[in-house]
């Protein structure tokens, strides 16, 4: 079973910040959390991941509590083509190659 | 660098029918990981090789197998096919050479979209 929850769908309009929520009170000293998107009938697509400091990447920012028992995708300038499924991972740390997917957060983005 | 491929991208097989797919990771790339998409189930781990060796393994039945060659292309192989087994096929590749991090970091092909009749 996937170790993180998230909400099923969130909206955001575009241009403004979409802020991802993902639980994973479960997770390992030495797991990292990850964060993947699947547009429409695309295959997933990798997007950050992060140990226990904030990451940022051209694509988004990852911010994780200092407990690490939560973390939170950061699109900063959302547009109408990051209407995806996005989904938070944490992967077993000695199952690496290994991903299991929950049912993510569909997120639209509207004009 | 070209990306992951995969092929064929759609298939039509019958009940009883085995089926290969195939992929190609991106170069340098040597860890190569399947996943079953259905509107179901979602996503689903199906198997991880490295060096031409299974090393990870989801539950799915004995009918579902695959390989990887010292090229790390791989093969994935279903036989016997049932209706249930109609869904998006897909294939990753990783780097997998650590930090640890980077294991995770997956690199997906389009698909293979797979309809049993």
């Known amino acids: 079973d996937a170790k993180t929850t998230q909400p099923p769908s969130m909206d955001c309009a575009e241009g403004r910040a979409a802020n991802l929520p993902c639980n994973h009170s479960t997770i390992s000293g030495n797991e990292y959390v990850y964060w993947y998107r699947q547009i429409h009938s695309q295959g997933p697509q990798y997007i950050i991941h992060g140990l226990k400091n904030n990451e940022t990447n051209e694509m988004a920012s990852l911010i994780i509590t200092e407990d690490r028992k939560s973390s939170t995708l950061i699109l900063p300038h959302a547009t109408l083509r990051d209407t995806a499924v996005y989904y938070c991972?944490?992967?077993?740390?000695?199952?690496?190659?290994?991903?299991?997917f929950g049912q993510g957060t569909e997120l639209s983005v509207k004009p | 660098k070209a990306g992951v491929t995969q092929t064929p991208r759609y298939l039509i097989k019958t009940r009883g029918q085995q089926v290969t797919l195939s992929c190609s990771p991106i170069s340098g790339h040597r860890s190569v990981s399947w996943y079953q998409q259905t509107p179901g189930q979602g996503l689903q781990f199906l198997f991880e090789y490295f060096s031409e060796t299974q090393r990870n393994k989801g539950n799915f039945p004995g009918r579902f197998s695959g390989r990887q060659f010292s090229n790390s292309r791989s093969e994935m192989n279903v036989s016997t096919l049932e209706l249930g087994d109609s869904a998006l096929y897909l294939c990753?590749?990783?780097?997998?050479?650590?930090?640890?991090?980077?294991?995770?970091?997956?690199?997906f092909g389009p698909g293979t979209r797979l309809t049993v009749t």
């Open positions: 991972i944490v992967p077993f740390y000695n199952q690496g190659g290994k991903l299991i």
């Open positions: 990753a590749s990783s780097l997998s050479t650590g930090p640890q991090g980077t294991l995770n970091e997956q690199y």
